[in-house]
């Protein structure tokens, strides 16, 4: 999977580009759902060689972009706190809160945060300080909840009781429920993630792909593979299909992982979620459920029995990230982009992620 | 600074407040392990070192050193210190006349990691041919530095007439690497076990000053010298396109990065052009010259290589062309992904 293509790639890059332009007789609109894909296809400048007629947009695969300003003023009031530590992922330190300040400053006036590479490196940080309560905030898609599921599970088996969790992990179907179900929704066909699909197989996508007559194809994060989901995308919608195809070259089997599916299942409930952008979306989160419950952050509220959540922290007026991670504006079109909001100043989280879709724009286009 | 405590009378394995607070300690720590390690100026120790009378303009420059960790594959902060401040030197056109060598160190900074520093900084002094001919000690309490930051401060002599800068950088010049880039980031990472697997690329850390001679003495019309320190080839070719109002093009496929480098970069999602090296530099001459420049740089670096061409006057951007044709800018990044690389 590496960024660059040798000339072999390069002839095969050119030859899907062919099959892709031959298959297409009308304009279609695909949106690629993960924020890998997103800066994958802004690299390798995929959107600039496609035919004008093919419209790729930007989907919520973002796990940093996607989690609610409550929660990281949650974060932030944790490692502010005398005696707790606060462990995440080092995207999370940049992303701002309600009041605008991030990780990074709570850090800069005394705030304990650690950036970690993998949730079980929490493990060994707990163990090592048992002085101090050790918060894990943990983000991400179906793909890091099997780790995250692991590390509760070592810490309540090993009776670790100063290592906690703040969870936000969210899943990827209701996700695209929400997003087909909106009325301005543009999305004829998805490009789905590998890498979820590696986890959670691809049974979760079919009712969508039924209810919606939507194909979704699931790609990996190679120029070729996201060509090649293209190609297949483009080819069912052409003949009037809509299918879930498998088509990530390193073998996603289409069942998932059963081991990984059976821990996330162990250790958390579907909860109802509140996304950046998209709202409150039934059963959308992974919540921590009993016993696992007692390893909360946040306390019981937090559990799968909940329903309520907080709502949504009032974002800039010129910040167009929700319409962003909606897939109805470009970062392009958002009157902020390149002007009041950069990687440096960032103004939504789209912008600040290595997967936020102003990040990939503000980086790869000219 | 000073301790009211009584300081015990002899040095423990390990750095105390007392050795940097000018009394009978310090003069122990300096007689007994920096100067019989670094030398004694020749007019004896004082205050200030004396220098020669030189003819021509010089060259003088500073940098401290913060790295973690102190010693990591291919080199450590005292070789760090030594090489960087030569390599600034040489970015200039300048051969290094004298350094300076500021010590701070923390308290329990083991004695024998000091020695070791010491020895590595006096054998890349030697290999430069250069001498710490001045210097300072300070300590401060346990927990204030990671075992100890340096600084070095040089003289240089500037052995040529050209006006590098980048006000010399014309429209049409080609762009040089003086070989393959990001190692010492790398290094850094693998020796913080920032990896999760052991990296066997030791840093590229190497003084520069020689290659530049050589370029210089060949004639060669040099335009622009750029050390791609930390921020990488990303930074300095941002910061050169923008000083000197010219836009840039770098062919992506030609930028050289070691298989090793990339496989490390791809997998943590970190730019290989944007990784810290501490022993490459680019150069910015007229195009009928690269090809005689590329081949003085692979007698020293084989994986020289020509990465692109300065554009005309516009808003003095750099952009990258993939295998595709596709071309993006260089992004150079916020510069805090990889902090304490040096």
Redesign the interface.
């Known amino acids: 999977?590496?960024?660059?293509?040798?000339?072999p790639?390069?002839a095969q890059?050119q030859a899907l580009l062919a099959s892709i332009r031959a298959r297409l007789t009308r304009p279609w609109t695909l949106m690629e759902v993960c924020g890998g894909q997103t800066h994958a296809i802004?690299?390798?400048?995929l959107d600039?060689?496609l035919p004008p007629e093919l419209e790729l947009i930007h989907g919520p695969g973002c796990p940093v972009c996607v989690t609610d300003a409550a929660v990281i003023d949650r974060a932030q009031a944790l490692a502010a706190t005398p005696g707790v530590l606060l462990c995440t992922y080092g995207d999370m330190l940049r992303v701002p809160g309600s009041s605008g300040i991030d990780l990074l400053t709570v850090r800069s006036g005394g705030g304990r945060v650690r950036i970690v590479?993998?949730p079980l490196d929490v493990l060994a940080i707990a163990r090592a300080h048992p002085e101090l309560t050790v918060v894990f905030l943990a983000v991400g898609f179906e793909t890091t909840a099997p780790a995250t599921a692991l590390l509760a599970h070592r810490a309540w088996s090993e009776g670790l009781t100063n290592l906690k969790l703040l969870v936000s992990l969210v899943r990827v179907p209701p996700a695209l429920e929400a997003i087909l179900a909106e009325p301005e929704a543009r999305v004829q066909g998805f490009l789905a993630a590998g890498h979820v699909a590696a986890v959670m197989g691809l049974a979760e996508y079919e009712p969508i792909a039924q209810r919606h007559r939507v194909p979704i194809v699931v790609t990996g994060f190679g120029?070729l593979e996201l060509l090649e989901g293209v190609l297949r995308c483009v080819s069912q919608l052409e003949q009037g299909e809509h299918r879930v195809e498998n088509a990530y070259l390193q073998g996603a089997p289409d069942s998932g992982n059963g081991a990984a599916q059976a821990l996330i299942e162990r250790v958390f409930a579907p909860c109802d979620r509140l996304w950046r952008g998209l709202g409150v979306l039934r059963l959308s989160g992974l919540c921590l459920r009993a016993p696992y419950v007692a390893l909360a952050a946040d306390g019981p509220h937090q559990s799968a029995a909940s329903t309520e959540a907080t709502p949504l922290a009032p974002e800039e007026p010129v910040c167009l990230s929700g319409r962003v991670l909606q897939g109805l504006a470009r970062p392009t079109d958002c009157p902020s982009f390149g002007t009041h909001c950069s990687?440096?100043r960032p103004l939504g989280a789209p912008m600040v992620s290595?997967e936020g879709a102003c990040a990939a724009y503000?980086?790869?286009?000219? | 600074m000073t301790s009211g405590c009584p300081l015990p009378t002899e040095p423990s394995g390990t750095i105390q407040l007392g050795h940097g607070g000018g009394g009978r300690l310090c003069r122990q720590l300096l007689e007994t392990l920096i100067l019989p390690i670094l030398g004694t100026p020749a007019g004896g120790a004082q205050d200030a070192a004396l220098l020669p009378a030189q003819a021509g303009p010089l060259a003088f420059t500073t940098d401290s050193y913060v790295v973690r960790p102190l010693e990591f594959p291919g080199g450590d902060i005292g070789s760090l210190a030594v090489y960087g401040t030569v390599n600034d030197l040489a970015m200039v056109g300048a051969q290094p006349l004298a350094l300076s060598l500021g010590l701070i160190l923390e308290e329990g900074l083991p004695l024998a990691t000091l020695e070791r520093v010491l020895r590595s900084v006096r054998a890349a002094a030697e290999r430069c041919g250069v001498a710490v001919v001045t210097g300072d000690t300070k300590v401060v309490e346990r927990g204030k530095a990671d075992g100890m930051f340096l600084n070095t401060a040089g003289i240089g002599r500037l052995a040529h007439n050209l006006a590098i800068g980048p006000a010399a950088i014309r429209p049409g010049d080609a762009l040089l690497v003086s070989g393959d880039l990001g190692r010492h980031g790398v290094a850094i990472l693998a020796a913080r076990h920032?990896l999760?697997f052991s990296s066997p690329l030791p840093s590229d850390l190497a003084p520069l000053h020689e290659d530049v001679q050589a370029l210089l003495a060949a004639g060669l019309d040099l335009h622009g010298l750029r050390d791609l320190t930390r921020g990488g080839l990303a930074a300095a070719l941002d910061e050169l396109a923008a000083a000197a109002g010219l836009d840039m093009l770098v062919l992506?496929?030609a930028v050289p990065v070691a298989a090793a480098v990339?496989?490390a970069c791809?997998l943590l999602?970190l730019e290989p052009l944007a990784m810290a090296n501490e022993g490459r530099f680019l150069v910015t001459l007229p195009d009928s010259q690269a090809e005689a420049a590329l081949a003085l740089l692979r007698r020293l670096q084989p994986t020289a290589k020509r990465i692109g061409q300065v554009e005309g006057p516009g808003r003095g951007?750099v952009?990258l062309e993939?295998?595709?044709g596709?071309?993006?800018?260089l992004?150079p990044g916020?510069g805090e992904q990889l902090p304490r690389i040096c």
């Open positions: 999977m590496s960024q660059r293509l040798d000339p790639q390069v890059v802004l690299r390798h400048g600039q060689l590479y993998a120029a990687p440096d290595s503000h980086r790869y286009r000219p | 920032e999760g992506e496929e990339r496989g791809d999602g951007q952009r993939n295998a595709l596709v071309r993006r800018r992004d916020r």
